[in-house]
């Protein structure tokens, strides 16, 4: 039997970079996935592509009558939610006018960014524990390196996804003490492929030489790939975690276990 053999699944963010591996992989082990965005055309594009077992569902995580909306639909047709994959967010870099550094930043670019990322996550998990509580379920937060370390020319993205890492704890023992089978892990992506990384790596020659420079500050010695993320979600989202919650899963290529400071030989 596949891992998620019609286990129903809602992943925000679907319609490309991660949420879109996710999709992919899920609906192969066997899942019922709803996927959602704000970016209709292209979500709309990937559930077709899938055919059986998934459809798209227009939802802009940072508005809570959004979630109202679709949670009542999928108990409607479903009766139920078993996972959710939160992964819908943004840098601010494409999406706002900046600045994004400590000192310059723009109050309307930060609170934009709050707003998707760390208001988004919070929302997705008041929704997801209602749906869940009655028969159990897991919860995967898509934070980011950027969590754990300060960013200092993107501060916003940092912060957010900090509360994103510190939210996944709370909602953790939350379920835990209420006695609800649900289960809230975090996953922290660092340097993967996806077009989230367009806007700071540029193109031609200039891009060539962004991504060695990146590649070589990563110990593995390369980019990750949005599979990657991918096939950490499954394993979260299945019983093989079954004993698993209020953890944080770095995917990073071994950056974070290390120090720029290291010493010599």
Known sequence: MKRLHKKVCLITGAARGIGKAIAELFHQEGAI?????????????????LKLNSEYQHLNVKLEEEWAQLSAYILKKYGQLDVLINNAGITGFLETKGPYDAENVDLASW??????????????CKYAIKMMKQKGGSIVNISSRSGIVGIPLAVAY???????????????????????????????????????????????????????????????GHFGAPIDVAYSALFLANKESKYITGIELTIDGGILAGSQGKPTE
């Open 33 to 49: 996935v709803i996927l959602s965005d704000i970016n209709d055309e292209a979500g709309e594009v990937l559930a077709k592509s």
């Open 111 to 124: 609170q934009e960014v709050q707003s998707v990322n760390s208001t988004g996550v919070m929302l997705g």
């Open 158 to 220: 940092a912060a957010s996804k900090a509360a994103v890492r510190n939210h996944t704890k709370s909602v953790a023992l939350y379920c835990a003490e209420k006695g609800y089978k649900i289960r809230c892990n975090s996953i922290h992506p660092a340097a993967i492929m996806t077009p989230m990384w367009d806007a700071m790596l540029g193109e031609g020659a200039m891009r060539t030489k962004m991504i060695q420079e990146v590649e070589a500050g990563i110990p593995m």
